[in-house]
């Protein structure tokens, strides 16, 4: 069996504590994408975890987590991350752990990149996270990267190292002004952070072939969601990998993989991080109660997240792309404080009404059509069974289920890892 778990929105949707329930059923857990730009948060029996490129298997004692070459690793955050876990008492050999020979590293002059071009580009910024992403992956596609592969042939690494920084210094230097990135310190930092990461590397190809072929459960990861897919996003506000599930295969090693589930994580409400358009958009102090209710804040760098009522435009565009099989519809507790909950229908671009979801200048002018259904006010967060719930908040559930057009399969109505419902046919 082979499953993909993807966020059908901006991200944020709470894949990790997902993945961590379902991943009950599956040996293996492969992140595919992404490097240490987002955070999963995982709250279990052993505590409080945010993940940032771990797989959110690697809390499970009996799961595989594999690092495909789809991802780009920050060798001091995963290291760091590695460290953080040990210290909590997770247990992570090269047993649980396989990181792929093929994923790119992404180098401190990478996040110094990032860091230079969103100052430069002042007003105009991406809202980048800051982490190197957007360079390291534009420096895979110009290939002139080094893979983690790299690092088990040290010897090698002087050479590599000069022919890349003496390229990277024409923009750090020459171009951005910048003090000129010294190869030494590259050499230091790869042999500092490599010395504990070498023995998790491995042709991870070989190994899920064989996996696949003994008749193991794979679960594919995703970070991120769909409106932030490169493709498929809200470009250029996107993150700069696939989060697509159709790319799982591939980042994950195994192209010629088919999946046999998509499982897309939806919110019950919108968030967003960094800049963009966003079109349900709340403002004021209607958003402050929803940021605070749901705690709305980055896991990875603690910024307050933009927010808005579920958009079904959006979700329901996301769920297409995904080939969404069935839903999780998470933190829907977080509406309980409202009296009229309201969602996002459709669009008006230039005064005519859409349910399409739009892209480039036309998704930036696009205005909200907002209509209100009936809040649950209550608490909902004990509720374990269907017909716990209030009638209001079934109603929610069915009307989002009808306007997306893909079958709820869980609710989430807690962050720990029993907190959900399993919603029946
Ligand atoms: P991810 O990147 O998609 O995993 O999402 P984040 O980890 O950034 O955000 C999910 C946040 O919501 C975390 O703090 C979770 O503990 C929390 N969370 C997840 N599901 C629920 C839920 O059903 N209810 C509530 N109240 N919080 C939840």
Same mark, same amino acid.
């Given at each position: 069996m082979l499953t993909s778990i993807v966020g059908i929105n901006w991200g944020d949707e709470g894949k990790g504590r997902m993945v961590d329930l379902?991943?009950? !059923?599956? $040996?293996i857990i492969i992140r595919y994408q992404g490097g240490n730009n987002a955070g999963h948060t995982v709250i279990n029996d052993q505590g409080k975890f945010i993940l940032n490129l771990l797989p959110s298997g690697i809390l499970r004692e009996t799961t595989v987590n594999i690092m495909g070459n789809g991802m780009v690793i920050d060798l001091a955050h995963l290291t760091g991350e590695i460290r953080k876990l040990r210290e909590a008492g997770v247990v992570i050999t090269p047993e649980n752990l396989k990181i792929s020979d093929k994923a790119a590293i992404c180098l401190p002059y990478h996040v110094q990149q990032d860091v230079l071009e969103e100052e430069r580009l002042g $007003?105009?910024?991406?809202?980048?996270?800051? *982490?190197g992403i957007g360079p390291v992956y534009g420096d895979k596609y110009m290939k002139k990267v080094l893979r983690m592969g790299d690092l088990l042939e040290p010897d090698t690494l002087p050479e590599k190292v000069e022919a890349l920084v003496n390229w990277k210094n024409l923009m750090i230097e020459k171009g951005y002004g910048s003090e000129p990135v010294k190869p030494e310190e590259i050499l230091t930092w790869l042999r500092e952070q490599s010395s504990d990461l070498s023995r998790f590397i491995c042709d991870v190809t070989s190994y899920l072939t064989d996996e696949i072929h003994k008749g193991k459960n794979l679960m594919f990861e995703a970070q991120l969601g769909a409106l932030r897919d490169i493709d498929f996003g809200i470009f250029p506000y996107t993150s700069s990998s696939s989060t697509i599930a159709a790319y799982g295969p591939i980042g994950a090693g195994i192209p010629f993989a088919k999946l046999d589930n998509v499982i897309g994580i939806m919110k019950a409400y919108s968030s967003c991080v960094g800049e963009g358009p966003f079109t349900a958009e709340m403002f004021g102090e209607e958003a402050s109660a929803l940021r605070e209710a749901g705690g709305e804040?980055?896991?990875?760098?603690?910024r307050p997240r933009r927010v808005g009522p579920f958009d079904v435009v959006a979700s329901r565009y996301g769920c297409m792309v995904q080939g969404a099989d069935e839903i999780a519809l998470t933190? @829907? $507790?977080? @509406?309980?404080?409202?009296e009229k909950i309201p969602v996002c229908i459709a669009y008006e671009v230039d005064g005519i009404r859409t349910t399409e979801f739009l892209t480039g200048d036309r998704l930036n002018r696009a205005k909200p059509v907002i209509e209100y259904l009936e809040g649950f006010r209550q608490d909902i967060s004990g509720c374990r069974k269907m017909e716990d719930l209030p009638a209001q908040a079934m109603d929610y559930i069915r009307y989002i289920e009808k306007t997306v057009?893909?079958?709820?399969r869980y609710v989430s109505?807690?962050?720990? *890892? !029993? $907190?959900y419902i399993l919603m029946e046919d």
């Open positions: 379902l991943s009950q !059923e599956y $040996d $007003d105009a910024k991406f809202g980048s996270t800051k *982490r804040y980055g896991a990875a760098t603690g933190k @829907l $507790d977080v @509406l309980s404080y409202m057009g893909c079958k709820i109505v807690g962050p720990a *890892r !029993e $907190d």
